[in-house]
């Protein structure tokens, strides 16, 4: 049974930094397509980042670029997102997810098979 976790959100204050961590089981991420997605209230699920699975390329939603690096660690079947520079706009449930389509199918409309309970992150001062 796929099961995802995330942790590591937080309340924090624009222009700071937080890094999520997301914990697999049920399968290994390096054999899945794997990527975050954020939901704020009254807004749409946005794609935030993702790996694929046939290549290792990564993508991320261009309100994000240059600010937050996605990362996995196959020996501890863990997926990490570094989330530098925060803007109030970045605030929403972040939740990781995993699939098995390519990043270019599921990541911008994040429309994942698997996701998990998610983490509140929020930008404030």
Same mark, same amino acid.
């Given at each position: 049974q796929v099961q995802l976790v995330e942790s590591g959100g937080g309340l924090v204050q624009p222009g700071g930094s937080l890094r999520l961590s997301c914990t697999a089981s049920g399968f290994t991420m390096d054999r899945a397509t794997i990527g975050w997605f954020r939901q704020a209230p009254g807004k749409e699920r946005e794609g935030v980042s993702c790996i $694929?699975?046939?290549?290792? $390329?990564?993508?991320?939603?261009? $309100?994000?670029?240059?600010?937050?690096?996605?990362?996995?660690?196959?020996?501890?079947n863990m997926m990490y997102l570094q989330m530098n520079s925060l803007k109030p706009e970045d605030t929403a449930v972040y939740h990781c997810a995993s699939d098995l389509y390519d990043c270019t199918v599921v990541h911008a409309r994040a429309t994942y098979d698997y996701w998990g309970p998610g983490t509140q992150v929020t930008v404030s001062s």
């Open positions: $694929s699975m046939n290549d290792g $390329s990564t993508y991320y939603a261009n $309100s994000v670029k240059g600010r937050f690096t996605i990362s996995r660690d196959n020996a501890k």
